[in-house]
């Protein structure tokens, strides 16, 4: 490694340290010219950066640049350093995981398993990298509502983690965040606050608040709020996650339209329908231009809309987000 690569990674790990992760771009690009011509394009050190750039986009948003990044990386390492390997492995993982936040939840489900196979045949299944896969998983199957599964390997995965990592490591914090997620989606109300408060209490010590685990961590308080009709504690908390993410990604960002849709319903529910309209429209539109029109997030977005719209009394607007999700005359259901 050169020099001006070391100085580059330091520079990187500041950056990431601050949350300031659209600078660290420039930076992984210049690693990667200088790993492509030192190592040459078959290497497996370039990959491994071709991998770092691919989650850093994965994280910003740019889903096709991280995909065709991901897919480059995999070739390589699956040629040099072979495909029963655990930074093969690892790649699977982080593709999978891209393919669940487009929405391919097919794909993603079956790069998570493969993943997960040559995980516990060549590290163990008492291991970070095979429970960290594990949990990738369990949010696939959140995602598509598969929850009894999610909790089921959840639990397994804070299990091994908690063993491994310790109870005040982030990965065992993120692991007790993932499963309040599950328990939140199975009205089981207080068990996730109770996750979701240890959780951001060890982010807080161990990370600050300027964090996207903890960003993530509280819109998740915030939802159970939500779920409890405490809407002013819900606000709060939906409003200073959404402030976190902006600071973190920029206001363009799928995780920000996420935040915009969920206070949109809050505004729905207190009657705040100016408020509502506004989130709810600039939600659609970020996600228009992040994830495409095909996405199911974008599809929800539009019939949260049609509901808004048939609450406002003006049934044209509801009727045509409705056509646009391909709902035709059904009823809108704000999810």
Not at 84 to 112: I, W
Not at 161 to 180: F, I, K, Q, W
Not at 214 to 241: D, H, I, M
Request: aromatic share 8%; hydrophobic share 35%.
């Amino acid at each position: 490694m050169t020099s001006e690569v070391e100085r580059l990674n330091e520079r990187i790990s500041e950056l990431a340290s601050q949350g300031r992760f659209r600078e660290m771009e420039p930076l992984l690009l210049q690693i990667a010219e200088i790993t492509f011509w030192e190592r040459g394009p078959n290497a497996p050190e370039y990959a491994t950066v071709l991998n770092d750039l691919a989650g850093l986009y994965r994280g910003m948003g740019e889903y096709s640049k991280s995909e065709r990044n991901f897919l480059d990386a995999l070739q390589i390492l699956g040629e040099q350093v072979g495909k029963e390997t655990p930074e093969y492995a690892t790649c699977v993982n982080n593709l999978a995981g891209l393919y669940r936040l487009m929405g391919d939840y097919a794909q993603g489900e079956k790069l998570f398993l493969q993943a997960d196979g040559i995980y516990a045949r060549t590290v163990g299944t008492e291991n970070f990298l095979y429970a960290s896969n594990l949990n990738n998983l369990a949010l696939l199957y959140q995602d598509i509502r598969e929850y009894d599964k999610a909790e089921r390997l959840q639990d397994q995965a804070l299990e091994v983690v908690g063993r491994v990592e310790g109870r005040d490591s982030v990965p065992y914090l993120t692991s007790l965040s993932n499963l309040a997620a599950v328990c939140l989606m199975k009205r089981d109300l207080g068990k996730a606050e109770s996750l979701l408060q240890e959780a951001l209490d060890g982010f807080r010590k161990t990370l600050g608040v300027n964090d996207p685990y903890y960003a993530s961590a509280l819109n998740s308080l915030a939802a159970v709020f939500f779920a409890r009709g405490e809407n002013e504690k819900a606000r709060q908390a939906y409003t200073e996650a959404l402030d976190i993410s902006r600071s973190l990604w920029g206001i363009d960002h799928p995780t920000c339209a996420s935040g915009l849709a969920a206070l949109s319903l809050l505004y729905q529910r207190t009657q705040e329908y100016d408020k509502a309209e506004g989130c709810a429209l600039e939600a659609l539109d970020i996600r228009r231009r992040t994830l495409g029109t095909g996405h199911p997030s974008y599809v929800t977005n539009l019939r949260q809309l049609a509901d808004l719209y048939e609450k406002m009394g003006e049934t044209g607007k509801a009727e045509e987000y409705r056509s646009r999700a391909g709902d035709g005359s059904r009823p809108a259901v704000a999810q």
